[in-house]
């Protein structure tokens, strides 16, 4: 038995540390979750996967690297250690011509955004910081923290705050990528945010559209109005069908450890932030966000992320119990409540 908090007891899977709160898990006579069953066989086949897709990569970037007129990929970038050695991978290994692309959704870490000015500098990378308004954002979080405006399923991998905040971002950034004619577009996962399929995957415009338009509608119309910005506009869907780029997230099948990661980006500069959560290396709000989900659901919103990299062998369980169930910082919690006055 592991506690979230003094008041919540949940069994935990003996092999991964998936809880008995997420919905739909069951348990086998040895304690073993439906979702580590269902999962064997992939992770059986992850050390071939991850060789394949490795040299999908390296044939893509072969076709698109030097055609764009400006940049090969745009990165979204927030600073924390994934999405920093992912830039550095882009950069050291296949000297793409990058642009970094940073939401700064004012709860960016200070340490977190001298990584983001030290490491571009280091890495001879462009730079781009987009910040929308205080009052449209504060107005999003404080929504976002006290209801689950999104579908179900989207709740099982991040926090409704999370959730709007990522949303944005995929939206702005294939937004940038769209105007500049960029052929990529990466991003930072870790190996347990998203399944290896689409870590190469072209960008629908049908699907991206559908998705958009569910997205801005889960907000309340005011709200809606508001954040119109922040989206694709419609006629970009017709305007640049031929440009829509590939999205790549390259630590879903590189070797990902995650003490030699940050060894290796404190080589370049990079310092961990020590005013963010377990789960975070560039964001304020994280810890507050984590409450508020845990509060709702029973079940921290980065459980499945931390379950599947111990499944997949690249943490270890008692490490991943650690960042998961350990308490979420009150001071941090209280930071975020108090900004956004609730």
Known sequence: MSSLNSNIDLKLCTRCILPESIPGIKFDESGVCSYCHREESAVAKAPEKREEYRDKLDQLIGQVKGKAPLYDAIMAYSGGKDSTYTLKVLRARYDMRLVAFTF??????????????????????????FRPSWPVLKEVFSRTA???????????????????????????????????????????????????????????????RQNQQVFKKSFPQEIGKKIESLFIPDRYFDEYADR????????????????????????????????????????????????????????????????????QGVMGREEGIEKIYAEQDPKMVEYAKKRLEL
């Open 244 to 311: 829509f780029p590939h999205n790549v997230h390259p630590l879903a099948f590189f070797d990902y450890d995650e003490r030699l990661i940050v060894k290796d980006l404190e080589e370049l500069g990079w310092q961990h932030p020590k005013d963010t959560d377990t789960n975070s290396t560039n964001c304020l709000l994280n810890a507050f966000a984590n409450r508020m989900h845990l509060n709702r659901h029973r079940f921290h919103p980065y459980v499945l992320e931390i379950a599947s990299m111990v499944r």
């Open 104 to 129: 700064d959704n004012h709860f960016l870490s200070p340490a977190a955004m001298e990584n983001i000015k030290k490491i571009t500098d280091r890495l001879n990378v462009d730079h781009v910081l």
């Open 146 to 208: 006290q209801e689950d405006i999104f579908p179900v399923p989207t709740l099982l991998r991040a926090s409704a705050i999370c959730t709007a905040c990522i949303g944005f971002v995929k939206g702005l950034v294939l937004k940038a990528a769209l105007e500049m004619d960029i052929p990529l577009v990466a991003f930072g996962w870790s190996p347990g945010q998203a399944p290896i399929q689409s870590a190469i995957m072209k960008t629908n415009p049908a699907l991206i």
